[in-house]
C-alpha cells in the first residue's frame, strides 16, 4: 500500500506501485475541496507515460457540493489525466508508511479505504497496534520480574541480561502476528476455528502478544508465590 498527498487536495493510493515500470495497480484518487470529498477516481491501472498519467478500466465518482450524495458517475476504458502534475518521482517521495501515521490519521486513512472498496488490512493492524503496544512496558515488568526474584542472587548483570532477553522476546512476537495482521494470514486460520472473528483478524494480531505474555506473567508470578 502506497499513499501520496499531491496537490490540489488529491490523495492517491495504490495497491502495489512499481518503480522501475512507473505502473501503479487497484488506485484510488481522491480530490478534496472546502474539506469535502468531491471527486473519487478508481482504476485497475495508472502508469505514468510522456509526462501524462494514463489510467485504465475505471470509474470516476462526483459528488454533490454541500452532500454526501453521488452527482454523477462516468466509466472508462482509458483516460488522460493531463492535470495531476504529480509524477512517479513524488509518489516514491511522499509516500507514507502507515507506521509513521498517527492513530487519528490511520483512523480515516481505514475509513476512507473502506468507503472505496480499498483493502484496510494493513492500516487497520496499525491502528490497533498503536493502542497494543504501549502495554509492552507493563508487560516486560509482569514477566521479567518474577524470573529476577528466583535470580535474585545472581547479581544485577544476569537480572539485567534477563530483563533484555525479555525485551526482545515480546518485540519479536509483536513483529511476527504484525506481519501476520498485515498480511491477512490470520484470516484463513480465524475461518476455520472461529469464522465470527474474522472481521476483527487484525485486532487479534495486535493484542495476541498482549495476551500470551500476560498468561506467562502470571504462570511466573504464580510459580514466585509457590
Known amino acids: 500500500n502506497v499513499f501520496m498527498v499531491g496537490s490540489e487536495g488529491r490523495i492517491y493510493h495504490f495497491r502495489t506501485f512499481n518503480?522501475?515500470?512507473?505502473?501503479?495497480?487497484?488506485?484510488?484518487?481522491?480530490?478534496?475541496?472546502n474539506g469535502r470529498l468531491s471527486q473519487t477516481v478508481e482504476m485497475k491501472r495508472m502508469w505514468y507515460q510522456d509526462s501524462i498519467w494514463v489510467g485504465e478500466e475505471g470509474g470516476i465518482r462526483s459528488f454533490a457540493p454541500f452532500s454526501d450524495s453521488v452527482a454523477g458517475y462516468e466509466t472508462f476504458n482509458m483516460t488522460l489525466f493531463p492535470e495531476w502534475k504529480e509524477t512517479p518521482e513524488d509518489v516514491v517521495r511522499k509516500r507514507v508508511n502507515p507506521q509513521q501515521m498517527t492513530y487519528r490519521e490511520l483512523k480515516q486513512t481505514v475509513v476512507r479505504l473502506r468507503g472505496t472498496g480499498g483493502d484496510p488490512t494493513l492500516e487497520e493492524t496499525e491502528l490497533a497496534l498503536k493502542i497494543a503496544f504501549p502495554f509492552i512496558n507493563l508487560i516486560v515488568v509482569m514477566i521479567g520480574f518474577p524470573i529476577a526474584a528466583r535470580t535474585k542472587q545472581s547479581g544485577m548483570a544476569l537480572n539485567f541480561g534477563i530483563a533484555?532477553?525479555?525485551?526482545?522476546?515480546?518485540?519479536?512476537?509483536?513483529?511476527?502476528?504484525?506481519?501476520?495482521?498485515q498480511s491477512g494470514s490470520l484470516r484463513p486460520f480465524l475461518a476455520e476455528v472461529a469464522p465470527t472473528w474474522v472481521p476483527h483478524a487484525s485486532t487479534i494480531a495486535a493484542w495476541a502478544p498482549n495476551a500470551i505474555c500476560l498468561i506467562a506473567g502470571l504462570i511466573a508470578l504464580s510459580r514466585v508465590r509457590k
Do not use: A, H, P, W
Not at 518503480?19 to 475541496?33: A, P, R, S, W
Not at 533484555?164 to 495482521?181: A, D, H, K, Q
Open 19 to 33: 518503480t522501475k515500470q512507473n505502473l501503479g495497480t487497484d488506485v484510488t484518487v481522491q480530490t478534496i475541496e
Open 164 to 181: 533484555m532477553m525479555v525485551t526482545f522476546v515480546v518485540r519479536v512476537l509483536y513483529e511476527i502476528f504484525r506481519s501476520l495482521g
